[in-house]
């Protein structure tokens, strides 16, 4: 699609999807909350670069938006899983090293690199990234979309669902061209929190069998993250068979549904529950060997509760890890994962599930409730 600049104000015409109101009743193909239409896009500031997206993926960190789980201001450009060309730099990103022509991953909680947050390697967020995402603003408090003269927030510093963005330079990662753009997106979200999950705040060990309860885009790539490390059995586990199926062509030891987990009497040192929903934490954590520890990266509702056995945890020295964006350092993490990919040991490609377009994203929400989907990506 051509992309015209405006001369009067600097800005450029773009195509985008905009959420306008929370909590629009299902089927989301019928209630349409994503509207896509025309928006003006300003100009990068300093800290910032312009971006033309070549692909986006559909998470449910944008669902739990879309059906009011996770309030947002609104009006808000959605997305923000995503890669895309640089095409025009701001003089601090500049001489922070990005230049035009690189192909970038979007990273949805930006690091400043100086706060309390940021010193702690990644188990905790950074706290002007946060306040900014829940703002709705860039990292440095700019709001650079408008529709119609409204401002239009900015969805985790990224609004990756539209032809182009602008993002602060913390808001992005460089990877090499040779990376497929479809691929390149998912490490910015899902092999970020789910291998994450693994490596960081799980911890694997040589030897470790890991369970991973829920294969979802964020499982998945825990799932073939854990794989990678070689260390023990990696068993699935789902309710959906097509994707117990998957998980054993990706090279799964096991993958069960959660009764038949349950039955087997099963249990690993390392259990990873990346569905975001309170049964399969609790699943999860009935899966963990004693001395083990359980890994909750799912977002569930705000009001979704669990049941765990006190006693259980402190007869059988158990650990219970929150990890957010699977404890990541994007700008560490990323580059290691695409190395990954590039030796041919992390299948990226095998977590996209289908392609669509930026006209089917309202379908695509109504897909990934219903959980028939790992991961879908709009081209660009």
């Known amino acids: ?21 929370l909590g629009r009743p299902r089927p989301f193909r019928s209630s349409a909350p994503l509207v896509i239409g025309e928006l003006e896009l300003d100009a990068p500031g300093p800290d910032e670069l312009l971006v ?19 309030p947002r201001p609104v009006p808000m450009l959605l997305g923000h899983e995503a890669a895309g060309i640089v095409e025009r730099v701001g003089t601090a ?7 035009a022509g690189d192909r970038i991953v979007t990273a949805f909680l930006p690091r400043c690199g100086a706060c309390d947050g940021c010193r702690t390697d990644g188990v905790m967020p950074c706290t002007p990234g ?7 603003t860039l990292f440095g408090g700019a709001i650079r979309l408008r529709r119609d003269g409204v401002p239009v927030h900015h969805h985790l510093g990224v609004s990756g669902f539209a032809t182009h963005a602008v993002v602060d330079r913390r808001s992005a990662v460089v990877v090499g061209r040779d990376i497929p753009a479809d691929v390149a997106a998912v490490l910015g979200c899902a092999v970020l929190t789910g291998g994450g999950a693994v490596v960081n705040a799980g911890a694997a060990r040589p030897g470790q069998d890991i369970i991973v309860v829920g294969l979802g885009g964020v499982g998945m790539a825990a799932l073939i993250t854990a794989i990678s490390l070689e260390h023990g059995r990696v068993i699935g586990v789902d ?12 090279g799964a030891s096991r993958a069960l549904t959660p009764e038949a987990a349950a039955a087997s009497g099963l249990r690993a040192p390392l259990v990873i529950e990346a ?19 359980t890994v909750t990266v ?16 402190t007869a059988e020295a158990r650990t219970i890890v929150g990890s ?15 190395e990954l990919w590039r030796a041919g040991r992390l299948p990226v490609e095998a977590l996209i599930s289908s392609h669509i377009s930026l006209d089917e994203v309202n379908h695509a929400m109504d897909t990934l409730a219903d959980g028939g989907a790992i991961r879908q990506v709009i081209r660009f």
Do not use: Q, W
């Open 130 to 136: 946060s306040a900014a995402n829940a703002a709705g």
């Open 324 to 338: 957010y964006l699977g404890s990541a350092v994007p700008s560490r993490d990323i580059p290691r994962y695409a």
């Open 275 to 293: 569905a975001g929903h309170p049964r399969a934490f609790e699943t999860a954590f009935a899966l963990t060997a004693p001395g083990g520890r």
């Open 298 to 313: 799912g977002l569930p509702s705000a009001a979704a509760l669990a049941r765990v056995s006190p006693l259980t945890i």
């Open 52 to 70: 033309r997206i070549e692909a986006a993926g559909v998470c449910h960190s944008d669902l739990s938006v879309v059906d009011g789980n996770r």
């Open 93 to 99: 990103a500049s001489a922070a090293g990005f230049a």
């Open 239 to 250: 309710g959906v068979p097509a994707k117990l199926d998957r998980a054993r062509e990706l």
């Open 1 to 21: 699609m051509t992309v015209t600049s405006d001369a009067d104000s600097g800005a450029r015409r773009i195509t985008g999807a905009v959420l306008g109101e």
